[in-house]
């Protein structure tokens, strides 16, 4: 049986990467495909838990390597759990994010050494990577004016402006050096022409594994 792929959702807040994952998710099962969703950090009974501790804004100011522990071990689980059982069986998997998030979020936005996120990465997921990752690409003001319009900010949300930027340019960067498995959708755009975009590439993706 060919293994499932695993394709995951990134970008920085209100891009409506949350939005577009189930629109993916029904075009591909009308595609014939199995699919499941799930999210990091979460998409499993102790992530979801780690989450609630990761996003609480009530919560003191946690060290930035805490963090970082804290979205691998949740990570872990999921892989371990959910990830792997699911590819194994064929199933495609679509993660609103992955590691991605952590070298944007953790090494980018809290300045933490990417080669740490890699030792974490390499000891974690093994070869688990991507096969392709979608960037939901919008600028920082109006990604910003979208998740304050949702209420209630988490604890990253309530990060400042330069915190989103340096996020915003790490991806872009890592979106060049991965740029096989990179695809930006311009999140600017109104809804219909982001899930537009997001089909063609997941025409693309479909094609590939034809091939
Ligand atoms: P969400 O708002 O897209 O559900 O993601 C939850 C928050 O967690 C979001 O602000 C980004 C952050 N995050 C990281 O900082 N590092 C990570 O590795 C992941 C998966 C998420």
Redesign the pocket.
């Known amino acids: 049986m060919m293994r499932g792929q695993l394709i995951t959702f990134e970008g920085g ?1 209100g891009g409506g ?2 939005t577009q994952l189930p629109l993916a998710a029904a075009y591909l099962r009308e595609q014939g495909l199995e699919v499941i969703t799930t ?4 998409g499993t009974q102790i992530g979801e838990a780690i ?1 609630g501790v ?2 609480n804004p009530d919560l003191p100011p946690m060290h930035p390597d805490t ?1 970082l522990l804290l ?1 691998f071990a ?2 872990n689980e999921h892989i371990q759990s959910a990830i792997l059982p699911a590819l194994a069986q064929g199933t495609w998997v679509l993660c ?4 991605d ?2 070298y ?3 090494g980018f ?1 809290r300045g933490l050494d990417q080669a740490r996120i890699a030792q974490l990465e390499t000891w974690v997921q093994g070869v688990l990577r991507p096969d392709h990752i979608l960037l939901f690409d919008l600028t920082v003001k109006t990604g910003m004016q979208r998740a304050k319009k949702r209420g209630a900010m ?4 309530q990060e400042s402006y330069d915190f989103f930027e340096r996020i915003r340019v790490g991806y872009l960067e890592r979106a060049k050096t991965y740029s096989q498995q990179y695809r930006i959708v311009n999140a600017e755009q109104a809804l219909e022409h982001v899930t537009q975009q997001m089909i063609q590439y997941l025409d693309e993706f479909i094609a590939e594994v034809g091939q």
């Open positions: 807040e990467k949350s999210r990091e950090p979460g989450r990761l996003l963090e979205m949740a990570r609103d994010r992955f590691t998030a952590t944007a979020y953790q936005g988490d604890r990253f949300e």
